[in-house]
Each structure stands twice: as C-alpha cells, then as structure tokens.
Nanobody, 115 residues
Framework: QVHLVESGGGLVQPGGSLRLSCTAS????????VAWYRQAPGISRDLVAS???????NYADSVKGRFTIFRDGAEKTIYLQMNSLEPEDTAVYYC?????????WGQGTQVTVSS
C-alpha cells in the first residue's frame, strides 16, 4: 500500500500564507501523477493542482497565480504553497498519488481562512 501523510494546515487570516506538505512512503517518481485536492463541507472533492511524471503542472482557475505545487529534491515530499489566501479557500486539503489507473489518498489537513 502507498501511504501519504499531509501536514501544514491551520487557521490563517485572509491574505495570509500556508505551505502544505505531503510525505509519501516511496519515491514520487513511482507515481504517474501527484496532486492536491480540496473539499469543503457539502461540496465535492475538487482538484487544486497537479504535477505529472513529465513535470506538467495544472492548476484550478481559482488558485492560479496564488498557489504553487512543487516536489522536494529527495522526491519523497510534495508541497502546496498557498499565498493570498481567501475565505473561499477554506477546506480540507488532500494529497493524492496515482499509479497507472489506481489512486491513493492522504488523510487530509484542514485549512481555515478567516478574520
């Protein structure tokens, strides 16, 4: 089984920043794609940002210019740098990894943006 563990969530004021981390149980080069999703109460889980094995990055329109997804040099961790946070960004954030057609998920980390 692939294990993913997120950290870095918390309470932040509008305009603030957070950096989320997701540590994988194996080298992320094993994965076809890694991604961050988020889910607010009563709303479906939606893609925030993804990066595939070839380095192609995709962002949701709502976070373009504010969020950045990247991998560390050890290739065990993926990050989501979140700047200029807005109340609408409040959600549980999940990292995910895909190997071929199989998806794996972390436990999620809560991000709350409120004044």
């Amino acid at each position: 089984q692939v294990h993913l563990v997120e950290s870095g969530g918390g309470l932040v004021q509008p305009g603030g920043s957070l950096r989320l981390s997701c540590t994988a149980s194996e080298n992320i080069f094993n994965f076809t794609e890694v991604a961050w999703y988020r889910q607010a109460p009563g709303i479906s889980r939606d893609l925030v940002a993804s990066i595939n094995l070839g380095g192609k990055i995709n962002y949701a329109d709502s976070v373009k210019g504010r969020f950045t997804i990247f991998r560390d040099g050890a290739e065990k961790t993926i990050y989501l740098q979140m700047n200029s946070l807005e109340p609408e960004d409040t959600a549980v954030y999940y990292c995910s990894a895909r190997i071929l057609q199989r998806n794996f998920w972390g436990q999620g980390t809560q991000v709350t943006v409120s004044s």
